[in-house]
């Protein structure tokens, strides 16, 4: 009965191996997409955002330009 025993325990003693690596494997790809989250906010919406404040106000200038408010005509 020894011997089943010691197989048992070897068995539990590589599985546990076996679920470390991939826990690590796992929290790996989870930074990775949370950087990649992040890559895409500060690359793509943030400007979005940004552009939605600035292009009515470079709008509203060159508007103001053509019509010539500006230079007192």
Do not use: H
Request: glycine share 4%.
């Amino acid at each position: 009965m020894e011997p089943t025993n010691s197989n048992f325990e070897k068995e539990l003693r590589d599985q546990r191996e076996l679920i470390e690596k991939i826990y690590v494997s796992v929290e790996k790809t989870r930074k990775y997409y949370l950087w990649t989250m992040w890559g895409t906010i500060i690359v793509f919406v943030l400007p979005l955002i940004a552009m939605a404040f600035a292009l009515p106000y470079f709008m509203s200038t060159y508007s103001s330009y053509l019509t010539g408010s500006e230079l007192g005509l």
